[in-house]
């Protein structure tokens, strides 16, 4: 587990900072915050606590258990350090190696990467103080996530306003990956595909795409060029990553074999319709009939049509069971020719559609089976690019 040493300063953002702990905490990182006397002005070091289940620090001279050094103790614990909101008084101190509270000499003793997220007046923003000391700490190595524009606490529109947590949190999330996919170009489909029976109904499945654009932003964080084909889904699309928005599963098969030919590494989350209605009514159906017959086609199986002119790619495929999932998931993974799959029981409690968490089993080439605990999304999708860095590996030793 990583440690993020959470330093907040004396701003009226200090507020948001709560959040960002909040969500530090629930993405499984161990979060120290560390407030500055001002920072306490603002929000109680008992939030902090709260969020995060340990005391917040405050103090330089407060003695550290076994009569260790508490900042240097603090600095070596830390992977890396974030000021959120960091205010015009502590980026100054920090450009000049000032240690005068718990934070700066926690930054002075720090050897891990250093995030800072400037949040002020945009009046101070704009000042040659300021400017002079960002780009001096920016020379130094640290990342500088830059300011939103918008309104602020004083009324004025302008540049200060500290960004929303949860970009905070991606940044800080990009900043920590291992880099292990640069070079890499991925292609990710993600969400449901929907197959209209007239101009207002269709038939699809309840899909909403969170896996896929976890595992698009988990490449995206570990140096990878990713393009995500998405159905419809009402995701935002993760930084970094770029992406064509599709319908249809013929559009999707179109989309794919359009980026197939530059990507190294395929991994298909999305849950294609398997068929699509025969006839398409370019007007509304109108209701009479006891019974309706729908005519139904078979759509191009996309993945299987990529395993058919694999080359040296990585195929990655998803199965979505709900009985004899190790089996047909085995059958999948010979018939589409692919590296791995990911076995999803979607009858299992916290696993499969439209939930934040996912319990899975991966089953490589040799059709071991290898299953993992009930966790979140995001955090799988960095479980299975672990799993495909292996295989990556073990092909480049070849
Ligand atoms: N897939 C695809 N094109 C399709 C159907 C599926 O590319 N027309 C991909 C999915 O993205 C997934 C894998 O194939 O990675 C398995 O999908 P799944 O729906 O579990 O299985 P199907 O192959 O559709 O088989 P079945 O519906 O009979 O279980």
Known sequence: MQTIVLGVTGGIAAYKAAELARLLVRGGFTVQVVMTDAATEFVTPLTFQTLTGRPVLRDLFAAADGGSVRHVDLAREADLLVVAPASANTLAKMALGIADNLLTTVYLAASSPVILVPSMNDQMFAHPAVRENLARLEARGCLILEPATGELACGTIGKGRMPEPQQIYEFIRAAVAPKDYKGVTALVTAGPTREYVDPVRF????????????????????????????????LPCPAGVSRTLVTTAREMYDAVMGLYADCGLVIKTAAVSDYRPVEVSPQKLKKGAPRLTLELAANPDILKELGRNKGNRILVGFAAETENGLLYARQKLAEKNLDLIVLNDLTAPGAGFAVSTNRVQLIGKDGAAEELPLMKKDELAHRILDRVAAIRGAGDKK
């Open 203 to 234: 038939l699809s499945n309840p899909s909403t795409g969170l896996m896929g654009y976890a595992i698009a932003r988990a490449l995206a964080e570990r140096g990878a060029r990713v393009k995500l084909v998405s159905g419809p889904t009402g």
